[in-house]
């Protein structure tokens, strides 16, 4: 049986933290910023818990992490 690969698209955006949970950061932060208010920037700097229905597909596509 051949090692299994990492997906380095995801190994870069997801870190595991000390329960097991899987962390991200949240998306539209990059771009088209001067529409957005303070307080959405703000709470998008905050790295957030992925939503339980994607973690099954991302430990899939992250088996050593």
């Known amino acids: ?3 299994m690969k990492t997906n380095r698209a ?3 955006r ?3 933290t000390g ?3 899987l962390k ?3 998306a539209y932060k990059s771009h088209i910023l001067t529409k957005k208010s303070p307080k959405r920037k703000r709470n998008l700097r905050k ?3 992925t939503d339980k229905t994607n ?3 991302m430990k899939k596509i992250l088996p050593y992490l």
């Open 1 to 3: 049986m051949p090692k």
């Open 10 to 12: 995801a190994a870069k």
């Open 14 to 16: 997801f870190k595991v």
């Open 19 to 21: 329960t097991g949970k």
């Open 24 to 26: 991200r950061n949240k």
């Open 47 to 49: 790295a957030t818990i």
């Open 55 to 57: 973690v099954k597909n």
